[in-house]
């Protein structure tokens, strides 16, 4: 069944040393209607990014020469894509950092390949560049808390002096489920199901690693924050009033 909810021609970007796993996704989510662009390794992948920049990269971390954790880095500072990392590197310190990284899920070898599917359909649909030929809206959702101002619509959110502050995918998508539910409290497993629409145990402290990083841009401190709380054994607590304006 096509998803509406997703443009035909969302361009996909393999990045993985085994030709196999190359040739196998893209004949399958070439399948699916999406777009796709193989890449052997680092250089390969900033080639392409550099010509026909993907909506979505699908990385591996274990590659030849260089690690994908440093193309995770590289990716979340010069690109504007959804990055799922696809390893058979199932550490959760890899996991950890990949995520702290900007990562926006998280899938080890072997996988399902309609779990994958869908996984890349969520991130899509949740990324400003799921669709990039869609018309803009007369209709803005803008909200105000504490000194920040976050425009829904068009995914931004600035300081009270209009500085942008750039967010990832999951970092935006974190802060809305806060901001729609103000004062609070919200579980791990409650927040993992509004993110990713499954069930958090696979890996919990995937919300602690976004908690943690969205912290470090909002918070005047985030070793001790004021706006996030953690509540013990519960969960997290948005505590700032909002406003929509």
Known sequence: MTDLALPAASHLLIVDDEADVRALLQRYFS??????????GGASMRAVQATDPADLVLLDLGLPGEDGLELTRYLRQHCHCGVIIVTGRGDSIDRVVGLELGADDYVAKPFELRELLARVRSVLRRSARAVPGAAPTSVREVVVFADFRLDRTARRLSTADDREIALTTGEFDLLCVFLDHPNHVLS???????????????FDRAVDVQVGRLRRKIET????????KSVRGA??????PVRKV
């Open 31 to 40: 399948g699916q209607g999406f777009r796709v662009t193989c890449a052997e």
């Open 188 to 202: 791990r497993d409650t927040l993992m199901d509004r993110l990713h629409g499954r069930d958090a145990g696979a």
């Open 221 to 228: 401190d985030a070793a001790t924050p004021e706006l996030i």
């Open 235 to 240: 969960g997290y607590l948005f505590t700032a």
